[in-house]
């Protein structure tokens, strides 16, 4: 089992090496494709009201990032301290056609990422009926929704914790109900967010904003790195 088990990790990680190497050698053969097609930016004069409505722009997606910072911290719990919560203070075992199934910490991690992939297009279609009855949701308030969403998801954890039994476990819905908030919230963050960004920026900082984004998703994913050991 020792020697299944070695063996299994560096295969997983290689083959997500490869890929990535891979996706890097496409991009670096079609790096001169790209810039012969991109169309050069015209220098324009701005206006003093343009420099200040620029200049508000930017502190307002600066802001934006900070906040995002704090979702993907909370976003990355579902691996690490939902996952401990799972193992220590979760009922496991479920009845199923008879037989007993117990769930592994790891299962409830990767039914974070089934639920995204299930409620990205109901959430998707659901907005596009609200359109067509006049009913546009902004993309703030989508923003503020999916806080709303991340809030109530840690509130279940934090009401199931004083609810444990005598051995300190409390039913796999409240778990699986946290999980199913949080992946609401990151369909409404980790799809918008990117587009939001770069729809406002002004268009001379479109990719310095892009990589302002995905700073705050890797400095979110470092502080939650950071806080495991807690």
Known sequence: EAARHERGWPAVFG???LALVLALALYLLSDAEIASDAAPLESQAHTPLDILMEKAKIRALGLLSAIAVVFWIAIQQTASSLALFAEHNTV???AVCGYTVELAPGHFATLHGLLVLLFTP???????KLRRRGRTLSTSIQFTWGMVATSLAFAVVATASFMGGPDGRVHLLWLVSAYALLSVAEVNWGALGLAFMTKIAPERLAARIAGLWYSSVALGYLLAGLMGPL
């Open 15 to 17: 083959v997500a090496a």
């Open 92 to 94: 496991r075992r479920v």
């Open 122 to 128: 109901v959430i998707i279609s659901t907005l596009a």
